[in-house]
């Protein structure tokens, strides 16, 4: 079935470049996108790449889509300690509508 | 992008009552979500919110247990029914459907954080 899969933890310091990794299974996804969760709050939607794009940048946010490997990665330059959150990879599927997520990355940024 | 309210925010519940939260969008959107966070946990979703038109549930939720209502574009409730501590979790709406594509972005509301005793 569908699948979604992250790393756990990420540790990085402050001014440094964070990479968040993500691997899917479903070639059908229409959509993959990025959301963030600070602690005690809702997600919010950072980003999100079309499934027939290979980058796309966002101010201090890159994405990067290899499709063929079925692998998304968020990197956030010169990280900041708001950046501290965890950040959830998720695929579109199809025309339902419906994310499959992935078990978030908690990203910790030292001072 | 759309506002999207929940309400309550959060309750503390008895076993073996019910809760109903509501979803509420400022603007039509074409497909509603209702999506649940156990503690520590990714989202799963629970179904899809059909305008005028019963539920699609997910594998493991069922009608009996989640009953949920969408009257029109912009409402929408979940009800979790006869609660066990094992329903804590935090309950979540989503919208999508905003721009021309019913696959574009979707939105998440705050949350309802729910506390079963």
């Known amino acids: 079935g569908e699948d979604v899969e992250q790393s756990l933890f990420l540790s990085v310091r402050e001014g440094d470049s964070s990479v968040i990794n993500c691997t899917y299974t479903?070639?059908?996804?229409?959509?993959l996108y990025w959301y963030k969760q600070e602690p005690g709050a809702g997600l919010q939607l950072l980003t999100y790449i079309f499934s027939n794009m290979d980058m796309k940048q966002d101010q201090r946010l890159t994405v990067l889509l290899n499709k063929k490997d079925k692998h998304l990665s968020l990197r956030i330059a010169d990280t900041q300690t708001g950046d501290s959150a965890i950040y959830f990879c998720?695929?579109?599927?199809?025309?339902?509508?419906?994310?499959?997520f992935g078990q978030g990355t908690t990203l910790q940024v030292k001072p | 992008s759309a506002v999207i309210s929940q309400k309550p925010s959060r309750d503390i519940c008895q076993r073996g009552t019910s809760l109903t939260i509501q979803c509420q969008v400022d603007?039509?959107?074409?497909?509603m979500f209702w999506y649940r966070q156990q503690p520590g946990q990714s989202l799963t979703l629970i179904a899809t919110?059909?305008?005028?038109?019963?539920?699609?549930?997910e594998s493991g939720f069922v009608i009996d247990k989640f009953p949920i209502s969408r009257p029109n574009l912009t409402f929408s409730t979940l009800t979790v029914s006869n609660m066990s501590p094992e329903d804590s979790s935090i309950y979540l709406c989503?919208?999508?459907?905003?721009?021309?594509?019913?696959?574009?972005?979707?939105?998440f509301g705050p949350g309802t954080r729910l506390t079963v005793l």
């Open positions: 998720a695929e579109g599927s199809g025309n339902t509508g419906k994310l499959i």
């Open positions: 919110a059909n305008q005028g038109s019963e539920a699609t549930y």
């Open positions: 603007s039509q959107v074409t497909m």
């Open positions: 479903d070639s059908s996804s229409t959509y």
């Open positions: 989503s919208v999508g459907g905003l721009g021309e594509s019913s696959t574009d972005t979707q939105y």
